[in-house]
């Protein structure tokens, strides 16, 4: 059974960081790109940042958090890592992870990704 599961959100003024960490099972983690997503309030949920699977870590990130975004993968403990600094209100949603079966890039369509975790909750106060 292929778990993902989300965590290291929370409440954060504007200008703070937060490291989000996504933690699989029950899959080969080093053969799955990995993607973060969010949804805001009232929105549709949007790609943010995603790693290839493979040696060449290839990355994606949308536009509004280039510069200010990280993602990161560490095989050997099976997690996918989204370094999130310089906090804006905008960014308040629930982040997801979802994995996505090889691929040799990184993918936006969150309808490819066959596996999701709950989501963690982050929100930035002004």
Known sequence: QVQLVESGGGLVQTGGSLRLSCAASGLRFSSYTMGWFRQ???KE??????IAFGWSGTTDYVE???G????????AKNTVYL???SLKPEDTAVYY???????LQVVRDDRQYQ???QGTQVTVSS
Do not use: H, L
């Not at 949920?45 to 995603?50: I, P």
């Not at 200010?68 to 095989?75: A, G, H, K, Q």
């Open 40 to 42: 805001a309030p009232g």
């Open 68 to 75: 200010r975004f990280t993602i990161s993968r560490d095989n």
């Open 45 to 50: 949920r949007e790609f943010v940042a995603g």
């Open 97 to 103: 992870c979802a994995a996505k079966y090889m691929g």
């Open 64 to 66: 509004s958090v280039k």
């Open 83 to 85: 370094q999130i600094n």
């Open 115 to 117: 596996f999701w975790g």
